[in-house]
């Protein structure tokens, strides 16, 4: 089972960016996907969740309204658009996968890990 992430990059204030997270050895339909993030120096942080089922999403305060997640089951990848992107966006981005959403985002609950990819915002 593997998961890994891709699209991380220096981006300026404001901009945007569109992570992926690609699964393989994993049936993707049968997963809630999580996007978690960790500052240097901070605790890792979830932000987002998308529902196996009905594709319900979820979105911690600090990222709603500027991120966006979607999944492709065909293609076996969850997405993370960012928008609007702040400095305080700047953190290594992970995608985690566990069978439900959890509201208070538990990283020693989830089943599988991605290694994680690097998002800068800065001028």
């Given at each position: 089972?593997?998961?890994?992430?891709?699209?991380?990059?220096?981006?300026?204030?404001?901009?945007?960016?569109?992570?992926?997270?690609?699964?393989?050895?994993?049936?993707?339909?049968?997963?809630?996907?999580?996007?978690?993030?960790?500052?240097?120096?901070?605790?890792?942080?979830?932000i987002s969740c998308i529902n196996r089922r009905n594709g319900i999403?979820?979105?911690t305060d600090s990222v709603k309204g500027?991120?966006?997640?979607?999944?492709?089951?065909a293609k076996k990848t969850v997405y993370l658009q960012m928008n609007s992107l702040k400095p305080e966006d700047?953190?290594?981005?992970y995608c985690a996968a566990d069978r439900i959403?959890?509201?208070?985002?538990p990283p020693d609950r989830m089943s599988y890990w991605g290694q994680g990819t690097q998002v800068t915002v800065s001028s």
């Amino acid at each position: 089972v593997q998961l890994v992430e891709s699209g991380g990059g220096l981006v300026q204030p404001g901009g945007s960016l569109r992570l992926s997270c690609a699964a393989s050895g994993l049936a993707l339909d049968y997963y809630a996907i999580h996007w978690f993030r960790q500052a240097p120096g901070k605790e890792r942080e979830g932000i987002s969740c998308i529902n196996r089922r009905n594709g319900i999403t979820y979105y911690t305060d600090s990222v709603k309204g500027r991120f966006t997640i979607t999944r492709d089951n065909a293609k076996k990848t969850v997405y993370l658009q960012m928008n609007s992107l702040k400095p305080e966006d700047t953190a290594v981005y992970y995608c985690a996968a566990d069978r439900i959403c959890y509201s208070d985002y538990p990283p020693d609950r989830m089943s599988y890990w991605g290694q994680g990819t690097q998002v800068t915002v800065s001028s």
